[in-house]
């Protein structure tokens, strides 16, 4: 019986493969398959700012983790978890349902009543960010009572402004740091972690946007103690770690546009303190005591030993809560997907390198007309590569988008920009929220209780991003001749205008 029940398995994934190769040939990687250059027509194909990129091997893992039917976060989720910490160079990794998930739960871990008082942190605790990006890197701070502290950004970058960092400190009052590499640009890790270890502060970063980014610092630089990811090539005189592997915590988004995709998904990452992933967990699993695996019992030995609470003695260590928590689990179905997303990881990175330089090349000329974005610590850009400042430290960038900021003074807007790039069809984004304190759910909040955040300084920058930058598309299924027309069709705008 389960010899016959293993051959038709196999030929349900056999049939579903070949169906996958028929069905979604467009979604395969550039240049693989049906996604070729003779598939586009300019003008007619949409050129996606970002999409999913799979092929057979995805859709016969949710098929086989299906007909497995665990469903619930299972064995494919425990192998991701391994896979991703393997792949990062961290302790642990935490799946959850999506990137927003990750932030929420990576922040209330440090909420915790079981860490240190002095390092817990508690409502009205302050969080140093920066303004412009996406909402759900600062929105955790506020639902969980802090305050969060909002720096300008550095509009080429797209990163926090850091100038006004250290006047955004108050002793015994900021706790934490939280903030994203911004469209997959790696913030000034060596500014922000030293600033961190000065003042004894927490570090989450939010790398939904980074997944592959590198960032290095001279062997001489204080924070070189940290040593090279596992399995990444360190430059000489250098060490070299993946971004979401320098702070206490990092989080990830695999929501369809992201580096790689299991539908909706996100993981919190573990850098050392494994003392954060019980009580990540905890907070991703309904707030329970217990840190026994889905369908596993007595992991601890003393299931029904405990006196926690003013619970009776024995009460059933799985029902008991030290903390107000959620269910934030994905599928196990989504894990059998993103383990195949993981395997193409390294050229997925290489592909969004390869996309953003070709672009960058082929618009060299026009600015004039726009400021393009550059990594952080570079100094300029050339056919050649980077020119770079003096710290020693540098960037590698798995770039999410390519971002450029029209110039002021040009006779075109942002939005006339757009609305060109969607007549041609051509896919396009501002960046997020852009500055998140002129969105209707800020505003409201000033005006209900204006101490609730606070700003440092004027916030130019992040108000330059709001109303001059764009970005497009970088991700691995962009065919050559798709990001040809790309420029053709920005040159050819700007010539006109």
Request: charged letters at 25%; one cysteine or more.
């Amino acid at each position: 019986m389960s010899d016959d029940l293993d051959s038709l398995k196999a030929e349900i994934l056999r049939l579903t493969r070949e169906f996958a190769r028929q069905r979604h040939g467009a979604n395969r990687p550039a240049g693989n398959g049906v996604n070729s250059e003779s598939a586009f027509v300019p003008g007619q194909t949409v050129v996606p700012y970002a999409a999913r990129v799979f092929n057979e091997d995805e859709v016969a893992a949710a098929v086989g983790a299906t007909l497995d039917f665990w469903l619930t976060l299972g064995p494919e989720g425990e192998a991701m978890e391994e896979e991703l910490a393997g792949f990062l160079g961290v302790r642990r990794s935490i799946l959850v349902n999506s990137g927003s998930s990750a932030n929420l739960v990576a922040f209330s871990a440090l909420t915790s009543s079981k860490l240190p008082k002095d390092r817990r942190i508690g409502p009205g605790d302050e969080v140093i960010t920066c303004a412009a990006g996406f909402p759900t890197t600062v929105a955790p701070i506020i639902q969980n009572g802090a305050v969060p502290v909002f720096l300008d950004n550095d509009p080429l970058t797209g990163n926090a402004d850091l100038t006004r960092l250290e006047e955004a400190y108050i002793p015994g009052r900021t706790k934490a740091v939280m903030m994203a590499h911004t469209l997959g640009n790696p913030f000034d890790i060596g500014r922000v972690l030293q600033f961190c270890r000065r003042h004894d502060l927490w570090l989450i970063e939010d790398n939904c946007d980074a997944l592959g980014c590198t960032y290095s610092v001279p062997d001489s630089h204080p924070l070189a103690d940290l040593g090279r990811s596992a399995g990444l090539e360190t430059p000489v005189g250098s060490v070299t770690r993946y971004t979401g592997t320098w702070g206490d915590l990092s989080t990830q988004s695999f929501y369809p546009p992201h580096h790689l995709t299991m539908g909706e998904g996100g993981a919190i990452n573990i850098r050392r303190d494994m003392k954060l992933k019980v009580l990540a967990e905890s907070f991703r699993d309904w707030g329970r005591d217990c840190w026994c695996a889905s369908g596993k019992d007595n992991t601890c030995g003393k299931r029904f030993g405990w006196q926690l609470g003013e619970l009776p003695e024995g009460y059933d260590h799985k029902y008991i809560y030290s903390h107000l928590g959620y269910n934030l689990k994905p599928l196990d179905i989504q894990a059998a997907i993103g383990r195949e997303q993981l395997k193409k990881l390294p050229a997925f990175i290489q592909a969004r390198k390869d996309n953003w330089q070709h672009l960058r090349a082929g618009l060299a000329d026009l600015e004039e007309a726009f400021e393009f974005a550059r990594p952080t610590h570079a100094t300029g850009w050339t056919r050649e590569g980077f020119t770079w400042d003096d710290s020693g430290c540098r960037t590698d960038c798995s770039w999410f988008g390519f971002m450029l900021l029209v110039r002021p003074g040009r006779s075109f807007t942002r939005a006339d920009f757009a609305r060109h790039l969607e007549e041609k069809k051509i896919g396009n984004r501002m960046l997020f929220g852009g500055n998140l304190l002129r969105q209707p759910a800020f505003v409201q909040l000033r005006r209900d209780r204006p101490n609730a955040l606070r700003v440092v300084g004027d916030l130019p920058g992040a108000d330059r991003l709001m109303n001059w930058a764009i970005f497009i598309g970088v991700y691995p299924g962009l065919t050559r001749a798709m990001l040809d027309y790309v420029i053709e069709t920005v040159r050819a705008f700007v010539e006109r205008n």
